[in-house]
């Protein structure tokens, strides 16, 4: 019986140990997207910023 019990946990352990992995692995993603749209953004506000510039003088 002890051995079963021993299986639960450790088959527990590991569902929980997959489950936290993924997570973080989905949020790895998400921030990683983030990070990809605020670079973009900030290149097209650079670049906006020199046509702006360009054209005051």
Known sequence: ???WTS?????LLIA???T???LSWSLGRENARNEA???????TVDTL?????????
């Open 7 to 11: 299986l639960g946990v450790a088959f």
């Open 16 to 18: 929980a140990w997959g």
């Open 37 to 43: 749209q605020a670079s973009t953004l900030k290149s």
């Open 1 to 3: 019986m002890k051995l």
């Open 49 to 57: 910023n020199i046509i702006s510039t360009g054209v005051q003088d």
């Open 20 to 22: 936290s992995m993924r």
